[in-house]
């Protein structure tokens, strides 16, 4: 597989086949976002497409290519809001189902059904964090807030989350805490 510096520099330079390789090493981690926020495969998958175009066109925007990833995120969750906004005034929120999984499937249910119980704000800094990697500053910059209201939205979702299991599952309904 080839370097994703490499990859960046040839896409900048309108090289389609780069821009799609750089794309597919993206995906994962963009789905993983916009699902976060978006809680359903058909509108995250069009947040994904709605970034990819938006980053094809303005790939030459991008200053350094070291950048990109957060460049690449701040659009996805940009699309993803504006999909999030249009579909919350006609269509309610609606939680997971339950649904049975063998072995460690087990976990990644609880853990998806966890976390569309969080408020998107909470949801997000949560997904940045610890499933996408991103640094506190890194997050902070990327929804154009302070630090401090990241630690605070953080501190506030994990306070969420443990409530939510030492209560019991069965005995809290998902409300957005």
């Not at 175009?53 to 950048?67: D, M, P, Q, R, V």
């Not at 990644?108 to 966890?114: I, K, P, Y």
């Not at 408020?119 to 640094?135: A, D, P, Q």
Request: proline share 2%; with cysteine.
């Amino acid at each position: 597989m080839e370097d994703r510096q490499e990859l960046i520099k040839r896409a900048r330079q309108r090289d389609h086949a780069a821009f799609s390789q750089l794309m597919q090493q993206c995906g994962p981690s963009m789905y993983k976002i916009s699902k976060a926020i978006l809680k359903n495969d058909e509108d995250a998958a069009d947040a994904m497409q709605e970034t990819a175009l938006s980053c094809w066109e303005k790939i030459g925007t991008l200053k350094k290519e070291a950048y990109f990833k957060t460049w690449l995120t701040r659009i996805l969750i940009n699309h993803c809001n504006t999909i999030y906004q249009k579909r919350s005034r006609y269509v309610p929120d609606q939680i997971l189902p339950e649904t049975a999984a063998p072995g460690d499937a087990y976990a990644n249910v609880e853990w998806m059904e966890l976390l569309q119980c969080l408020k998107e704000k909470y949801r997000i800094v949560i997904v940045l964090y610890y499933v996408e990697g991103f640094k506190i500053r890194e997050i902070a910059e990327l929804l154009k807030i302070s630090e401090s209201a990241v630690k605070e939205r953080m501190s506030t979702a994990r306070k969420k989350m443990e409530r939510y299991y030492t209560q019991g599952r069965e005995d809290m309904v998902c409300e957005k805490i």
